[in-house]
C-alpha cells in the first residue's frame, strides 16, 4: 500500500516527561524520528536518565518541582519547533509512530491527534487503569462534547496554540485540562490508534489503585473548571 500522507514537518519538539526511566530511554530515543529533537524532562530522576538521555543526543531540561503537568509543561516551554508532541518514554508507546499524528496537523484537518492506545497484552493496562479510563471519556463527552475514547499520553498540536491555553495544572490532570481547553476554544480534536505495549518499569500513576485514585481527583476537578476567558474567545488553534 502506498503511504500517501502528507509529508510531517522536518522539525518537530518531542516532549518527554521522564521520571527514572534509565531503563526504557535508550530504544525510546533511537525511535525519534530523523531531525526531530527529542526533549527529555528530568522531574527528579534518582538513576541515570538525565545522562543517558544527553549521551543520545535528547535536549535535557530539569524540572525540579515533581509532577507529570509540570514536567510536560517545562517540555513545552522549552519548545521552539512550530510543532510539538508528547509521549511517555516508559517505551510503552512507539515514538516512530508519531508522524502518523502530526499528518492531521499539516494537512489542516485537526488541532490537536491523540493517540488512542490500543493494548498489545493484556497486562499492557491494568484493568483499573482501562474502567477510569472509560469513566474518564464518559466524563470527557458529558463536558466537551467530544467522543473520544482515550486521553492518551501521545498526543500533537502546534506549539503556539498550546501555549494560549494558558495550562495550568501541573500534575495528572494535564493531559485533560489539555483537551478541554481545547474544546472550549473549538479546537478540532482527532484520535487516531497506536499500539500500547507493557511500560518498562514501574507506573509511577495508574500502576497502583492509590496512583489512578489521585490522577482521578486531579482530573475531576479539571473538569469541574468553568470554561477560560482565552477559551471563550478563541476560534481555534493557532495555524
Known sequence: MIDDSPTPPDRVDVVLPCLDEAAALPWVLSRIPRHWRAIVVDNGSTDRSAEIARAHGAHVVTEPRRGFGAACHAGLTAATADVVCFCDCDASLDPALLPRLVAPLTDGTADLVLGRRRPTTFRAWPP???????????????????????????????????????????????????????????????????PYHPRTGRSKVTGTWRGTWQAVRDMRRVLDEPPTAAAAHDGGAAR
Open 128 to 194: 483499573h487503569a482501562r474502567l477510569a479510563g472509560l469513566e474518564l471519556a464518559r466524563l470527557i463527552r458529558r463536558r466537551t462534547g467530544l467522543r473520544l475514547h482515550d486521553l492518551g499520553p501521545m498526543r500533537a498540536a502546534r506549539r503556539a496554540g498550546l501555549v494560549a491555553l494558558d495550562l495550568t495544572d501541573r500534575r495528572s490532570g494535564y493531559p485533560l485540562q489539555m483537551v478541554v481547553r481545547a474544546a472550549d476554544a473549538g479546537w478540532r480534536v482527532q484520535e487516531t490508534d497506536v
